[in-house]
């Protein structure tokens, strides 16, 4: 449980990394611009942090499950190595479900260049752009019903 709670000390890192050091940058230096590969950093640490959160969450969940439900049989059910690879997995998982979306959104030429937010979102690029975004709106359908 604790290596659970450590991935989410982690993970608040990353989140908080996204768009502070950013929003501090535009408040000091009152630029409010960012480059593209700097807005796709940011949707990725961004969304990454999302499905992070709620992936550990829900080992974390199982972890609870096993020691409430099963409390004789949690050691030899929770072992240090299914620990591991649960917190490999939750990474992994992670790292694969932004990548799909940052690959599918970086594919697109933008016709325009002002984003009106305070951080960079997928669906504020993808009003950027100059072509048919159907497939990314498809993709986005279904990552959210999963």
């Not at 998982?93 to 932004?98: D, P, T």
């Not at 100059?130 to 990552?143: F, G, H, M, Q, R």
Request: charged fraction near 10%.
């Amino acid at each position: 449980m604790y290596l659970f709670l450590c991935n989410l000390c982690f993970n608040g890192i990353i989140g908080s990394s996204a768009f502070y050091p950013k929003i501090l940058f535009d408040i000091l230096l009152d630029t409010h611009v960012i480059t593209y590969n700097g807005c796709l950093t940011q949707i990725f640490l961004t969304v990454f942090y999302i499905y992070f959160e709620c992936t550990n969450l829900t080992v974390m969940a199982y972890d609870r499950y096993v020691a409430i439900c099963k409390p004789l049989h949690y050691h030899s059910i929770m072992t240090i190595r299914k620990v591991w690879t649960l917190i490999f997995l939750t990474l992994l998982l992670s790292c694969l479900e932004c990548s799909i979306g940052l690959v599918l959104l970086a594919r697109l030429p933008l016709c325009g260049v002002d984003i009106d937010k305070l951080y960079c979102s997928n669906w504020a690029v993808l009003k950027l752009s100059c072509v048919d975004t159907i497939l990314n709106n498809n993709y986005s359908i279904i990552e959210s019903d999963l």
